[in-house]
T-cell receptor
Framework: GAVVSQHPSRVICKSGTSVKIECRSLDFQATTMFWYRQFPKQSLMLMATSNEGSKATYEQGVEKDKFLINHASLTLSTLTVTSAHPEDSSFYIC????????????FGNGTRLTVT | KQEVTQIPAALSVPEGENLVLNCSFT??????LQWFRQDPGKGLTSLLL?????REQTSGRLNASLDKSSGRSTLYIAASQPGDSATYLC?????????????FGKGTKLSVKP
């Protein structure tokens, strides 16, 4: 079946530094990938839609200059949290749509970001 | 604006019991509805996907129903096991902006006691 790989699974960084999270579709080409964020005891909230070869579409309230998304190929999207602060500590998870089947989204295993 | 609500927020049952998790959504114009399982600190595992034209889907001990007109879905788990302990998320695939997106509920945390 389709697999979405996300790396790293956990990252701890110091306040002010940048962190890059990768999302790869392993056996299908994904023209669209989605990035979600989940705070403790909250639902997953869509942050942005990553489109291969074009600019990402950000949801209201999500700073595009802080959360940089690059979808340079059909199998890779990256989310860079720039100048991270403790309030950015969260669980980030990506998903991708396999155009070959009717299931809209396959999810990565997520990245636990802790900013100290 | 689509909102998805899950009740209860947490549930604890003894092993072997049958149980029902509830999900409601405010906008009935959905493409489909999907149930996921999330283990602590982990990603999502898709359990069942119900297309908007369907009424239910079954997989093993799991059965999910969909009633678009009332904006409700249920996940029925038969003969629960300790391994079923996890958070169960309901998500409605809705038209948002120029393309569809999954709108998630906050989940129901299930604990099955041996």
């Amino acid at each position: 079946g389709a697999v979405v790989s996300q790396h790293p699974s956990r990252v701890i960084c110091k306040s002010g530094t940048s962190v890059k999270i990768e999302c790869r579709s392993l056996d299908f080409q994904a023209t669209t990938m989605f990035w979600y964020r989940q705070f403790p005891k909250q639902s997953l909230m869509l942050m942005a839609t990553s489109n291969e070869g074009s600019k990402a579409t950000y949801e209201q309230g999500v700073e595009k200059d802080k959360f940089l998304i690059n979808h340079a190929s059909l199998t890779l999207s990256t989310l860079t949290v720039t100048s991270a602060h403790p309030e950015d500590s969260s669980f980030y998870i990506c998903s991708a749509r396999d155009p070959r089947d009717n299931s809209p989204l396959h999810f990565g295993n997520g990245t636990r970001l802790t900013v100290t | 604006k689509q909102e998805v609500t899950q009740i209860p927020a947490a549930l604890s049952v003894p092993e072997g019991e049958n149980l029902v998790l509830n999900c409601s959504f405010t906008d009935s114009a959905i493409y489909n509805l999907q149930w996921f399982r999330q283990d602590p600190g982990k990603g999502l595992t898709s359990l069942l996907l119900i297309q908007s034209s369907q009424r239910e889907q079954t997989s093993g001990r799991l059965n999910a129903s969909l009633d678009k007109s009332s904006g409700r879905s249920t996940l029925y788990i038969a003969a629960s096991q300790p391994g079923d302990s996890a958070t169960y998320l309901c998500a409605a695939w809705s038209k948002v902006g120029s393309q569809g997106n999954l709108i998630f509920g906050k989940g129901t945390k299930l604990s099955v006691k041996p």
